[in-house]
């Protein structure tokens, strides 16, 4: 069973739009908190409705075969309000590719984007290439990201993924984020397929 066929919720369409509204009004929200400045009346003030909404919505927690979040395959990153907007412009089981925006929020400084956040979204492409070429659940046992220029924030950059190579249940994928012609980053990660026994993936004892 795949990733996607694991988590994915069966939404009506209208409940999906309403979704996608919603992490994008947050995700705008996000960007233009982290660029705000010093304004106290305004962060009393946001502070006040960031706790309305807190209260409406822990009452409601509920687990994670039951969760909207990242589990509505028919938006951008399933709906993952957590990661960049990666919009896949076409997948097969060699290659992926799309195009990504990485608003203020991603920002880590000198308006490039954050190192961690060039390897979330390696993490994303690489593993959806994993996922789909290995035709089940892979998991990521290394990630490495080499840093070949910083990646602007605020504009539209290319992510591609392929296969380096296979070798029995271990697939080396490899990536990059481009912006025009200048290579961003370069990905390289080692993902497993998971056997049936192994359930998810590794865990620690509660
Ligand atoms: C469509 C939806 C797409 C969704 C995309 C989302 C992608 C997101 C993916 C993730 O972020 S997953 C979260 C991050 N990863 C983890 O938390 C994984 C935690 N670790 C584990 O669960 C296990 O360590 C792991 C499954 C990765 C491997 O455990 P196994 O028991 O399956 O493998 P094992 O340790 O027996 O090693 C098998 C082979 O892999 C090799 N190997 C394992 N880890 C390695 C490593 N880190 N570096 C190099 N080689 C490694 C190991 O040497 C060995 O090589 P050989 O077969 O050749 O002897």
Same mark, same amino acid.
């Given at each position: ?78 709906g993952h309000a957590m990661l960049p907007e990666l919009r896949v412009s076409s997948r097969?089981?060699?290659? /992926? %590719? @799309?195009?990504?925006? !990485?608003? +203020?929020?991603?920002?880590?400084? #000198?308006?490039? =984007? ?39 924030i605020d504009t539209d950059l290319e992510a591609v993924a392929w296969i380096d190579r /296979? %070798? @029995?249940?271990?697939? !080396?994928? +490899?990536?990059?984020?481009?912006? #025009?012609?200048? =290579?961003?980053?370069?990905?390289e990660g080692l993902f497993l397929r998971l056997l049936p026994e192994q359930g998810l ?6």
């Amino acid at each position: 069973m795949s990733w996607e066929e694991m988590f994915k919720g069966d939404f009506a369409a209208e409940d999906v739009r309403a979704y996608g509204t919603l992490v994008e009004n947050l995700h705008a929200v996000q960007n233009a908190l982290a660029a705000m400045p010093m304004d106290r009346e305004a962060i009393d003030g946001l502070a006040a409705d960031l706790a309305s909404w807190r209260d409406r919505l822990e009452p409601a927690v509920t687990d994670e075969q039951h969760q909207v979040n990242g589990r509505v395959a028919e938006l951008p990153v399933r709906g993952h309000a957590m990661l960049p907007e990666l919009r896949v412009s076409s997948r097969t089981k060699d290659r /992926v %590719e @799309g195009t990504v925006r !990485f608003g +203020r929020w991603f920002m880590g400084g #000198g308006m490039a =984007v954050h190192g961690g956040a060039v390897s979330l979204l390696f993490d994303e492409v690489l593993g959806i290439l994993a996922s789909l070429a290995a035709g089940g659940i892979t998991r990521t046992a290394y990630l490495h990201t080499d840093y070949r220029a910083l990646t602007p924030i605020d504009t539209d950059l290319e992510a591609v993924a392929w296969i380096d190579r /296979v %070798e @029995g249940r271990k697939w !080396f994928v +490899r990536g990059e984020i481009r912006h #025009g012609d200048v =290579v961003c980053a370069e990905g390289e990660g080692l993902f497993l397929r998971l056997l049936p026994e192994q359930g998810l993936g590794r865990r620690t004892e509660d």
